[in-house]
């Protein structure tokens, strides 16, 4: 089915203007077949006054006229976007002036004298230009409105599948929690503290989505280490902290899989890596490493002080000022070190109390 159902065409709606009574009358008497009404009007003034409280489809004017002619009356349909046919009469037409009418897309210029026959052919013509032109407008602002519909559709569809991944993506963080206590909510400030970093050195913001990701996933490659290792309460020798290192890789290779975490890959595989090259899994030297490893590199350093360990306990934030500034240029970035330095403590205290609340509200174990 088409956007427009097939109706009949109404008959239009003519003004017809002169300043001799004899042609208004002629020309009124002749229309009445074709036309739904005929309004008179005798001069230029009174013209333009009728378009403007009527409605018309269609007007036929004498060119020549005291006071103003034709040329007028059309000048002011056309700056008023007036939405109709004009047809110009006259017995006597000036080159320039027709012209003129051209230019301000006169539908019809009929010669005095003209017959019946060919003054209803040039009011249905310009009637039949009108209606059309009307109707493809209504067509298009159909498909417009149509195509509008479609793309808030679509919109609503890409934000419902965000908000489904992101839920998916939350929890696997709860289901990490479940082998290796605290990594929901370690996941969750880590995310706060990148994200706020990211925000403070002018970080691209189509990219925010892919580091917040990247932040709450970053220890996803650990379902792949043992148990025996991953829960170990002592310190892990060589080649356990060697099987280890390899979360980083193998959490890379799991985000992959997907089209919407693709881009999540590069941050999580070099989420350890160090300015000095001394990280793993590859090494990478400076600004080689990408820039939301680099800022997590930061956050991570951030959230591990300051949170309890089995061996020690939280420490404080001037300690952790103490070992960015020491670390600056070798574990860290140095102008990322100075960013970091330069964030009130508060701030941080802030952005951990809100990300432990929103970690809270995903996984309840973790406030019991």
């Known amino acids: 089915m088409g956007l427009l159902s097939p109706i009949s065409v109404p008959r239009p709606n003519v003004l017809v203007v002169d300043d001799e009574p004899t042609i208004c009358d002629a020309v009124a008497d002749a229309l009445p077949t074709i036309a739904a009404k005929v309004t008179i009007a005798a001069n230029t003034t009174e013209a333009i006054s009728t378009l403007d409280s009527d409605r018309f489809d269609v007007v036929l004017c004498d060119l020549y006229m005291p006071g103003g002619g034709g040329l007028d009356v059309l000048q002011h349909a056309s700056r008023a976007q007036l939405d109709l046919g004009f047809i110009l009469m006259t017995g006597k037409p000036q080159v320039n002036d027709i012209v003129a009418a051209c230019r301000l897309h006169a539908a019809d210029i009929l010669l005095k004298p003209f017959s019946l026959e060919s003054l209803q052919t040039a009011v249905q013509k310009a009637y039949a230009r009108v209606f059309h032109t009307r109707r493809e407008r209504i067509r298009r602002n159909q498909l417009r409105n149509g195509l509008r519909h479609r793309v808030i559709q679509l919109e609503d569809t890409r934000r419902q599948l965000r908000d489904s991944y992101r839920e998916i993506i939350e929890a696997m963080v709860v289901i990490l929690d479940h082998r290796e206590h605290e990594t929901c909510a370690h996941s969750f400030r880590v995310r706060s503290y990148a994200t706020y970093l990211a925000a403070e050195i002018n970080y691209p913001p189509d990219q925010l989505p892919t580091l917040s990701t990247a932040a709450l996933l970053h220890d996803i490659g ?129 952005l951990r109390n809100d990300a432990d609340a929103q970690a809270a509200s995903f996984n309840p174990l973790i406030s019991e």
């Open 222 to 350: 650990k379902v792949a280490v043992p148990d025996r290792i991953l829960l170990k309460p002592g310190k892990l020798d060589l080649a356990e902290t060697l099987l280890l290192r390899q979360h980083a890789a193998i959490g890379e290779q799991i985000v992959r899989r997907s089209a919407m975490l693709q881009d999540c890959s590069p941050i999580i595989r070099h989420h350890h890596e160090r300015w000095d090259g001394k990280g793993y899994p590859d090494g990478l030297v400076g600004d080689k490493t990408p820039l939301g490893a680099r800022l997590f590199a930061l956050a991570d350093t951030l959230d591990a002080m300051t949170s309890d360990r089995c061996y020690r306990a939280a420490l404080s934030l001037q300690q952790v000022h103490a070992e960015v500034a020491r670390c600056s240029g070798q574990q860290f970035d140095p102008e990322l070190a100075h960013v970091f330095q330069s964030v009130p403590d508060q701030r941080w205290f802030e």
